[in-house]
């Protein structure tokens, strides 16, 4: 398959915005070219600012930078509308968490000022977006953290995550499936993600459909352990079909 250098960068960036974070070798593999053209064309797109290449692979630019408010974040409109949605399960008094990735960023934006909740937080982003909500506590659950995702990770944070206790934990994923559940390619971060689900009450997944039906190689937990999962399209949507037979409920 010979895929002009155009199309094999789209292709790229695509991959990068959709899981914020992507490995050369699975690159190559989906296009069947060489590890050393891909890294030629994440090198030449680093160059161009359209993404950041790092040890073995590629993020999104929207990932990394927080200094300044990003609004190059891929399908911002989508992830606006599940923030929204998200929003309608905030209860005054409540204590929640709130993962990393720019859907639970756009979350935290979009929780209203009058609301007294108590919120955790692993990413740095999503921590200053709450801090200039009036009525929040916020609590950042600590450890060494990624320069990537800009989030805690390692047994410190796992540790803490054991000690409390949410009503609700809002979590992103890199990949979603009917059968496989949620899984990522990072093990680091599953095993964070594996501590919030077991610290709440409630786990309610933020996705854009354009994730699911796929999968990777380290598994966070199988679709039922999520108590709603929220997406952009109406719950009655043909693509939620495959989920709709599971114990989940789709908002």
Known sequence: MNMLKEERQRTILNEVALHNK????DIADMLDVSIDTVRRDVK????????RKVHGGAVALGFTNTTVRNDNIYALDEKKKIA????????????????????????????PETIQLTCFTMSLPVALELLLKPNIKVILVGGE???????????????????????????GTGYVDSVYGLTEFDWDIVQVKKAVIKSSKKTILLSISEKLNSQHRYKT????????????????????????NQEIHLL
Request: net charge negative.
């Open 221 to 244: 937990c199988d679709i039922h352990a999520i108590h709603t999962m929220i997406t952009e399209l109406d719950p009655s949507h043909k693509h939620l079909n495959l989920f709709r």
């Open 44 to 51: 030449e797109l680093d160059t161009g600012n359209k993404l």
């Open 22 to 25: 992507v490995l050369l070798t």
């Open 145 to 171: 953290v990624s320069k990537d995702a800009q989030i805690s990770m390692g047994a410190s944070t796992i540790h803490q995550l054991s000690e409390i206790h949410v009503d609700y934990s809002f979590i």
């Open 84 to 111: 929204e949605k998200a929003v309608s399960f905030l209860k005054d008094g409540g204590v929640i968490f709130i993962d990393g990735g720019t859907t639970c960023v756009e979350l935290a934006r979009k929780i």
